[in-house]
């Protein structure tokens, strides 16, 4: 009898998984491999928030939002994954949470402007925030960095014209600032910021808050991989307005000076595997943004350039999905998942007619130099791989899809059936916060 009764629990631990049998924390299920989606607002949704999901079987367990938002969308995380935070875009509000305690930090920042570029390079609860329309007293232009401190919930502005995206060191004490209608590159000391508003990137840099870097080679710089004391900048030329090509211009951060410039076909985003840089963009012009070797009723193409850094050549180039890219992760089994937003949306997966379905997803295959476009449409907003599973979480058109990288297709099982996680609103990113 006891044996019986055993295999009775057993089984609706099994069959009840997002219950995760497992142990509480606070009178919440405790679960292990946490994976973070945010949950943005519908019609039928008053209230977003940070989901949980369980990353070992792809459920929904029954514990509480880690954050409360109305419409959060972006999620940033250090390095650590102990201090995730979130935009909210209803409230321009950024919101920050302990992962290992679970609780928020504070009632959030309230920022002066929206924002599509937040960092948190390192454990301690500090980050920063790009705000292009943030407008500073007295100058006559908009733009800043927000010094986000989320142990007091207070801010330090630092203007900084136009400022679309940051990229910090590891240590957080260096930030490359970019404006996408400039050719030049914004560095910021935010250690020696004096609060609350520092305007001495605009009266008198260079200064030991502010250079202005500016060189010839640089061609409408949009974002960079840091790596050590190099950064490799991504100058996305003509398709952002400029009037160079696209280029990689390696960048010394010490001496703030470009070293080297490193010819590709489009550049607004990159992946940095050991000594190989996957450069990714879309040419704004033909025969470089052709759909080479594809049959598909797209009529533009992205691109993506396999860079080797130690002889500075490209090594190889395959056509992409089009659109402005800004997702990218590899996979530990070598696949490279690759997202943009406003692609060529081709069929409507919710209404197939039995002809092409094709989306802003790439995935390539590092090993065989092949591409695969999924059957499916929407801009891709999030992406997340791991260690433990051949899995890929992509927020693809509003849902969470999970794809099978050993096949690179959705993933189908009893869980989700639809090869999707059941979570409603419109999920805007998604995030790990345990490592596994």
Known sequence: MKRRILIVVVALCTGLSFLSCGGSSNGQVTVRDRVLASQGVTATLVFGSLVVVNGQNDTLPRVSPLIQA??????????????????????????????????????????????????????????????PTATVNGFAFLGAVEVLNFSTNSFTTIAASNAHTVVSNSQGTELLVFSPDSDAVTVLFPAAAVPPVDTSCYTNPPNSV??????????????????????????????CGGT???????????????????????????????????????????????CTNQTTAATTCGRLDIVDLSSGTVTSSVSITDGYHTRMDLTTNGQLFIGSS??????????????????????????????????????????????????EYVAEGGQLRVYDTTKDVLLINDFVPQGTIDIVGFVGDVKAIDFF
């Open 70 to 131: 109305t419409s959060p969308g972006l999620i940033a995380i250090s390095p650590t994954r102990s201090i995730v935070a979130t935009f909210d875009s209803s409230s321009n509000n950024v919101i920050a949470a302990n992962t290992a305690k679970q609780n928020t930090l504070g009632n959030g920042i309230h920022l002066p402007g929206p924002t599509s570029s937040i960092v948190v390079p390192t454990a301690d609860p500090i980050g920063y925030a790009a705000v």
């Open 244 to 290: 160079q090509q696209a280029s990689v211009a390696v960048f010394d951060l010490g001496s703030l000076t470009v070293t080297q410039t490193i010819p590709v076909d489009a550049a607004t985003l990159a992946y940095l595997s050991g000594s190989t840089l996957y450069v990714v963009g879309t040419p704004p012009t033909a025969p470089a943004n052709s």
């Open 342 to 391: 406003n692609c060529t949306n081709i069929g409507n997966v919710n209404n197939p007619t039995g002809g092409e379905i094709r989306g802003c997803l790439s995935i390539y295959n590092i090993s065989t130099g092949s591409v695969i476009f999924p059957p499916d449409n929407g801009d891709v907003t999030g992406l997340q791989g791991f260690t433990t599973r051949f899995v």
């Open 210 to 239: 502010c250079t202005i870097v500016k060189d010839s080679r640089l061609s409408r710089p949009v974002n960079a991989i840091v790596s050590g004391s190099t950064a490799y900048i991504l100058n996305c030329g003509a398709q």
